[in-house]
């Protein structure tokens, strides 16, 4: 997996794991390291560039840019 970004957050009073690969953006829970949320391209496109902080996601997909929020434990694209 190639790893772009990462990042330290909580989510439900739980450490989370903010995972940007190429191919998708992941919550994932540290101690059990299940998913939580998932985001994916709607065309399946490979992210090619990304920028997080602890509640911001910004995407370049191609000449496309993305918004993602992190809400409640929860990938929310934003248009």
Avoid at 1 to 15: C, E, I, Q, T, Y
Wanted: charged letters at 20%; aromatic letters at 6%; hydrophobic letters at 45%.
């Amino acid at each position: 997996m190639d790893l772009m970004s990462a990042g330290r957050l909580r989510a439900f009073n739980r450490a989370v794991s903010l995972q940007i690969t190429s191919g998708s953006v992941r919550l994932v829970l540290q101690e059990s390291k299940a998913l939580v949320s998932e985001w994916k391209e709607p065309q399946g496109r490979n992210i090619s560039v990304a920028a997080c902080n602890h509640t911001q996601v910004v995407l370049a997909v191609g000449r496309a840019l993305y918004y993602l929020q992190i809400l409640a434990g929860e990938l929310k694209q934003i248009r």
